[in-house]
């Protein structure tokens, strides 16, 4: 396999002018993996900062209810809310290693934005987010923190509005200051070696439930399941199982459902192309022109995905299924109700998986599914679509 | 002699446009092209319309939202390559796009559609040498030249990568961001063009930021042998969309002013028309 690529997938498809950054980005990451001094520094932000390691939950509700033993993996419960924080931190200390003097991010859900904000603040690094407007108002809570954080949150009204074009944006302001800035980019997507330094930053998740679920339960788990957007919290658990006699399933949004034509699931129903900067799966159009998505969790609301689950899908590693809208908020619902966790929309698109997929396990079986993050920035979106019941 | 090389060996420096297919409408954009060549552009770029133009500055990315709104498709874009090599057979035509709609069509196809609708190269920006070996073998086939690009940030070694596989002529970024006007450019272009200048013999051109006719002069006194203007020129169809006439005028108006600030033509000021027939 070519360096950078997943089989056929992944590479560097960005203008002539970026390619200098991506080569300083790779040899940098190459020399700070070696790095006692970083490896240090990451630990300590990872554990005394942002509270890993995260639990594994045996929730004996939720187990008593599907008839099979069910861990969370709870990532809800990492500083900030989501897992976005182990990639955040490790690429903010990795610019400073560079010795950038400023971060860049997209957001949609404004996790992203927000554990960037959070590293940036920690780090002492000024941090700018671009955020599709569309996404600016249905996420306004996460706008307002970052602001809080002392981050700069920059609007996009270009294109959809939503997270492809944000992450547009983002790209149009690397290429004009390369040398001072680093763009920190939320998601195992994007141009080599991005999704390999995303994937590795995130796989402390999947090390962390190996350990936990062999120690608790003397064997590894027969599934493991996780929402996927771009797909880093699901590579981050994935990854170390990856050789293991377990099954890993990739949720994605089924929207209004995979026939509606409005969805996220760039897996199961998108073609082979290249978009942002990676040879992978995405929505198009017959032309080749990125298709507008739909979800009900604004971190799912993309066209591609990252290029190793393409691999993981083809090689059939990975099974991906879609999840519809209905089905997340029916799930969101439940896991309040039944554990007394509220899960992101995004993460309850993994429950609710979760909830169908526990049909086919016996009463021993063990069943993980990756919380990727907390619901408390969705709770005003459910209230109104709800009508204000809960 | 390929229309490229006929040109340059020709002309010096030469004067490249560009514009969005269609932009501000399918039939429109036909208007534009000949309008810009009448006016004196040497070599036109059209653009095909992509939903994410990520190289691209405001001012070009609204003008591939206006064309994909206008249902411009890719079969469009060729379609105006073939009308526009109608009105102009002798002027290098170069077709701009993302790599994803030649993925989508598949190289082959696209190359031989190119070649057949008269391009005479292929511009893909987002597609750096480390890749480009997905499509040079087609571009070769069909007897296309591979415009590729060469940015301030581009190291020494790699430039050289690039310069192995170029034809026609290379394209120097002028500077570090996107398509998109510029007060001024920046003071290294001199620095620029010779480093390359010395490890080709391919012309040079330089565009990104190119806006006026003092940067025009300042491009031209660096070296280069072409100067290539989009934004400025892009910019005035949007602020004439709701009238056409003053939107011809405006172009033609300044790619004559634009035009002044190259040194002026080796050869007598013949009617253009029929100079390149
Ligand atoms: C809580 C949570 N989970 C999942 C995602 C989706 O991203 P990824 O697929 O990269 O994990 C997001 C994105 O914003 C998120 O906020």
Known sequence: ?390 | MSRIDDLFARKNPVFIGFTVAGDPGIEASLRVATTMIDAGVDLLEIAIPYSDPVADGPVIERAHVRALGAGTTPDDAFALVREVRGHAPALPLVLFTYYNIIHRRGADRFFAEAAAAGADGVLIVDLPSEESGEVAPYAARHGIDRILLIAPTTSPERQHAILREASGFVYLISLEGVTGERDRLPPNLTGLVGAVREKTDLPLAVGFGVSRPEHVAAVAAAGANGVIVGSALVRLIEEHSSDETAMHEALATAITALRRGLVPDPEPDIPRRARIE
């Not at chain 1, 006692?36 to 209810?65: I, V």
């Not at chain 1, 099954?247 to 897996?267: C, I, M, T």
């Not at chain 1, 990252?306 to 619902?333: C, I, N, Q, W």
């Not at chain 1, 429950?351 to 709770?379: E, F, P």
């Open chain 1, 1 to 390: 396999m070519k360096a950078g690529r997943y089989g056929v997938y992944g590479g560097q498809y960005v203008p002539e002018t970026l390619m200098s950054a991506l080569i300083e980005l790779e040899e940098t990451y190459e020399r700070v993996r070696e790095d006692p001094e970083f490896s240090r520094r990451l630990s300590w932000y990872l554990h005394e900062y942002a509270g890993r390691e995260t639990p594994l939950t045996y929730c004996s509700n939720l187990s008593r209810d599907l008839g099979c033993r069910v861990y969370l993996k709870r990532e809800d419960l990492l500083h900030g809310g989501a897992h976005k924080l182990n990639n955040t931190l490790g690429q903010a200390l990795m610019a400073k290693f560079m010795g950038k003097r400023r971060l860049i991010a997209e957001t949609g859900a404004g996790q992203h934005g927000v554990a960037t904000a959070i590293a940036g603040a920690a780090l002492g690094l000024p941090v700018e987010v671009y955020m599709g407007e569309v996404d600016t108002r249905r996420q306004a809570l996460n706008a307002f923190r970052m602001e809080l954080l002392g981050a700069r949150v920059v609007p996009v009204a270009s294109g959809t509005r939503t997270l492809k074009d944000a992450i547009n944006a983002a790209m149009r302001d690397w290429v004009a200051n390369l040398g001072e800035t680093h763009y920190l980019l939320g998601s195992c997507v994007g141009p080599h070696p991005f999704p390999r330094i995303v994937r590795d930053f995130q796989s402390v998740i999947g090390e962390e439930a190996r350990r936990q679920v062999l120690e608790r339960e003397g064997r590894l788990p027969d599934t493991i399941v996780a929402c996927v957007g771009g797909g880093s919290n699901a590579i981050g658990i994935f990854y170390p199982f990856v050789n293991d006699d377990v099954a890993l399933v990739g949720v994605e949004a089924g929207g209004e459902g995979l026939e509606s034509g409005r969805h996220g699931a760039s897996l199961s129903r998108g073609s082979v192309g290249v978009f942002q900067g990676a040879l992978s799966y995405l929505l198009q159009d017959g032309d080749g022109q990125a298709l507008e998505t739909h979800s009900v969790a604004a971190g799912l609301d993309h066209p591609s995905v990252g290029p190793e689950h393409a691999m993981l899908k083809d090689s059939g590693r990975v099974r991906y299924e879609a999840v519809t809208d209905a089905e997340a908020l029916a799930a969101f619902r439940c896991l309040s109700r039944t554990e007394g966790i509220i899960p992101a929309l995004e993460s309850a698109h993994a429950v609710a998986y979760a909830l169908r997929a526990a049909d086919d396990l016996d009463r021993d079986g063990i069943l993980v599914v990756n919380l990727s993050g907390r619901g408390d920035k969705d709770v005003a979106d459910v209230a109104s679509l709800h009508g204000g019941t809960a």
